[in-house]
């Protein structure tokens, strides 16, 4: 239970979030582009699908602080 509050503090700190917005940016627009940009393209966008456009940007946000907060732990010799 630890590991995951560890996390979920993660998730918001200024340090960590840098430079998982970056990756996120990068990362979700190009899943946005491969899995929406024709459904754009034609017009076709519907609610539920900028839903899921939203969360194309979460996702390496969440994988990205992932990886970092398992780094700082490690070099810390802490486990997770």
């Known amino acids: 239970m630890k590991a995951v509050q560890g996390y979920l503090a993660a998730l918001v700190m200024p340090s960590l979030a840098r430079r998982a917005v970056r990756v ?3 990362v979700g627009t190009v899943l946005f582009l491969i899995n929406h940009g024709a459904a754009v393209r034609s017009g076709t966008m519907t609610q539920v ?3 899921s456009a939203g969360l194309t940007y ?5 994988v990205s602080i992932h990886g970092q907060y398992l780094g700082q732990s490690s070099s810390r ?3 997770p």
């Open 24 to 26: 996120a940016l990068f």
């Open 77 to 79: 010799g802490a486990k």
């Open 49 to 51: 699908r900028w839903i």
């Open 58 to 62: 979460l996702v390496p946000y969440a």
